[in-house]
Nanobody, 122 residues
Framework: QVQMVESGGGLVQAGGSLRLSCAAS????????MGWFRQAPGKEREVVVV????????YYADSVKGRFTISRDNARNTLYLQLNSLKPEDTAVYYC???????????????WGQGTQVTVSS
């Protein structure tokens, strides 16, 4: 099993930046593809970005391309998400998740963190 704890969320003005972290423990972090997902009030959970086990392959949702950057440090068992040029529509709870399979489908992810709130004011 993989346990994950997100941090770094908060309240920021539009145009601002945040850096989310996801610290993993348990099974070997590098064995898992990782993803960031988000869920806004009244909306379904959606994929934000996914990264392969080695970090060599990524997928970004169109809504965040050019603004968000995912990275991972397998030596530190940590996943990161740099959020730049934030918009009010980025407001959501952000979750990190782990999967054996590189996928944009949240159903493929077996392990989830508790989430961290990101709120962007206009």
């Amino acid at each position: 099993q993989v346990q994950m704890v997100e941090s770094g969320g908060g309240l920021v003005q539009a145009g601002g930046s945040l850096r989310l972290s996801c610290a993993a423990s348990g099974r070997t972090f590098s064995n898992y593809a990782m993803g960031w997902f988000r869920q806004a009030p009244g909306k379904e959970r959606e994929v934000v970005v996914v990264i392969s086990r080695s970090g060599g392959r990524t997928y970004y949702a169109d809504s965040v391309k050019g603004r968000f950057t995912i990275s991972r440090d397998n030596a530190r068992n940590t996943l990161y998400l740099q959020l730049n040029s934030l918009k009010p529509e980025d407001t959501a709870v952000y979750y990190c998740a782990a999967s054996i399979t590189y996928s944009v489908n949240s159903n493929e992810y077996n392990y989830w963190g508790q989430g961290t709130q990101v709120t962007v004011s206009s």
